[in-house]
Nanobody
Framework: QVQLVESGGGLVQPGGSLRLSCAAS????????MGWYRQAPGKERELVAG???????NYADSVKGRFTISRDNAKNTVYLQMHNLKFEDTAVYYC??????????????WGQGTQVTVSS
């Protein structure tokens, strides 16, 4: 079982920056991909950014150019650097890890979430 713990959320003003961290209980080297999702009140959970074990990244259109996902394998940690935050970024952010030992089996693991609130 992979345990994920998010941190770094909080209150920030519009246009500000914040960095989220996701610490995994085991080496992220063994995971196929990790990512950040978010869920705002009344909305579905959506993928914000993802990164594969090979370093390939992808972003939601709404955060493209503002957010950057990265990882530190030595620290078993994935980060989400957020710049120019907007009111619309307010949500609970969840760390996700995906492991696929064989093509027909896929496991997803989730952190408990960290609140990001953008307010003036």
């Amino acid at each position: 079982q992979v345990q994920l713990v998010e941190s770094g959320g909080g209150l920030v003003q519009p246009g500000g920056s914040l960095r989220l961290s996701c610490a995994a209980s085991q080496s992220i080297f063994s995971l196929n991909a990790m990512g950040w999702y978010r869920q705002a009140p009344g909305k579905e959970r959506e993928l914000v950014a993802g990164i594969t074990s090979g370093g390939s990244t992808n972003y939601a259109d709404s955060v493209k150019g503002r957010f950057t996902i990265s990882r530190d394998n030595a620290k078993n940690t994935v980060y989400l650097q957020m710049h120019n935050l907007k009111f619309e970024d307010t949500a609970v952010y969840y760390c996700n890890a995906r492991r696929s030992p064989i093509p027909t089996i896929q496991y997803d693991y989730w952190g408990q979430g960290t609140q990001v609130t953008v307010s003036s």
